[in-house]
């Protein structure tokens, strides 16, 4: 494994052990709206200072883009951040959330770790060197119709300018496949494409860290990942659709008449 990479898996680890030992207290938590839909615990906050501090502990240089303390420090490796994706079912309880750290290199996924410390899944890949989950070598599916495709999912929650488009595409995908899934953390979700349990992946409106890391997995497990238009701006515009590659290749039309001029612009 990368000594980067390695570094990233302590960082997980560590933020891991900070949010189980915090789901055994629920209740007890400190729990602030950032505004409506979208919350920051202070699990959130002891995970990514936890996480940013192992990470500039063995890189000073670094920079780093957290979703909770923002852009600091180098421009040439960038680590990214989500301490706790999913902080909305982890506030209720419901087991489906995960740390997502991904280190750019000069703007390019060089690194990726996924963990879902509820389940103790560890993924992680390395640019050119595959995908892995809990050390195994991980694969897309090899599902070739959409018939039966499973696609995940995610609704927008905290913006809604994208909604009619978004609902008009799910209904598309509903139309067409196996089944939708939305369980609430995209980090999860693409870890989940890159290890085959979801054949796709097609969400709008996410910010950087919630997609780089499962990125990455997703392109390293053999999988393709674009924005609505099959282009590569998805880290800029937070719109993604990933899969295996037929499927991918498939679900691309399906959004096509519902794609608005807002959509369409990277911004």
């Given at each position: 494994m990368h000594p980067m990479l390695n570094t990233a898996v302590k960082a997980a680890r560590k933020a891991g052990a900070i949010i189980n030992r915090a789901a055994n207290d629920i209740d007890r938590l400190t729990v602030q709206s950032k505004?409506?839909?979208?919350?920051?615990?202070?699990?959130?906050?002891?995970?990514?200072?936890?996480?940013?501090?192992?990470?500039?502990?063995?890189?000073?240089?670094?920079?780093?883009?957290?979703?909770?303390?923002?852009?600091?420090?180098?421009?040439?490796?960038?680590?990214?951040?989500?301490?706790?994706?999913g902080t909305t079912n982890f506030l209720h309880g419901l087991p489906q959330y995960a740390?997502?750290?991904?280190?750019?290199?000069?703007?390019?996924?060089?690194?990726?770790?996924?963990?879902?410390?509820?389940?103790?899944?560890l993924f992680t890949a390395s640019r050119g060197a595959g995908a892995f989950l809990n050390e195994r070598r991980i694969r897309v599916s090899k599902q070739a119709k959409m018939d039966d495709a499973l696609i995940g999912?995610?609704?927008?929650?905290?913006?809604?300018?994208?909604?009619?488009?978004?609902?008009?595409?799910?209904?598309?995908?509903?139309?067409?496949?196996a089944g939708l899934r939305r369980p609430g953390s995209a980090a999860l979700d693409l870890a989940w494409v890159a290890c085959g349990r979801y054949d796709g992946f097609f969400e709008l409106g996410l910010n950087t860290w919630d997609l780089a890391a499962g990125a990455l997995l997703v392109l390293e497990a053999g999988g393709l990942v674009g924005d609505f238009q099959g282009n590569d701006s998805f880290l800029k515009s937070?719109?993604?659709?990933?899969?295996?590659?037929?499927?991918?290749?498939?679900?691309?039309?399906?959004?096509?008449?519902?794609?608005?001029?807002?959509?369409?612009?990277?911004?």
């Open positions: 505004r409506p839909r979208d919350y920051v615990s202070e699990v959130d906050r002891v995970a990514e200072q936890a996480i940013i501090e192992t990470l500039l502990d063995a890189y000073p240089g670094h920079g780093i883009l957290a979703e909770e303390s923002g852009r600091s420090g180098g421009e040439e490796h960038v680590w990214v951040i989500d301490p706790l994706d740390v997502s750290i991904a280190l750019l290199h000069k703007g390019v996924l060089q690194h990726a770790v996924v963990y879902d410390p509820a389940r103790n899944e999912t995610g609704f927008p929650f905290r913006e809604f300018q994208h909604a009619d488009a978004y609902l008009g595409m799910f209904k598309d995908m509903m139309l067409k496949t937070g719109h993604i659709v990933a899969g295996n590659p037929k499927i991918f290749g498939q679900m691309l039309p399906v959004f096509t008449p519902h794609l608005t001029e807002a959509i369409r612009a990277v911004e």
